[in-house]
């Protein structure tokens, strides 16, 4: 494992979100607790979960970050004083 903190802690959180995507898609798919699905049931809801966490990722490309622009806030403004 790596010694860079900011490293490890990415990790920890990306993992701690792959099993948050995994219980959430158990509720989803069969109506029932992550931990109380069968050997079939959790084999199938792995390899769905990590199918489509893998084309999220894949999507996820420095071209494709780099053509992203802010967006506007969206909403009332407060309104400003101009000075002159």
């Not at 607790?33 to 990722?57: C, H, I, N, R």
Request: charged residues 20%; hydrophobic residues 45%.
């Amino acid at each position: 494992m790596s010694e860079n903190f900011h490293d490890n802690l990415l990790r920890a959180v990306a993992a701690e979100m792959h099993l948050l995507n995994r219980m959430t898609a158990a509720r989803e798919m069969f109506a029932k607790s992550y931990f109380s699905l069968g050997v079939a049931e959790k084999a199938t809801l792995d390899q769905t979960v990590m199918s489509m966490v893998a084309g999220t990722y894949q999507s996820f490309t420095p071209e494709a970050l780099a053509n992203r622009h802010a967006q506007e806030p969206v909403g009332f403004r407060v309104p400003t004083e101009k000075s002159s």
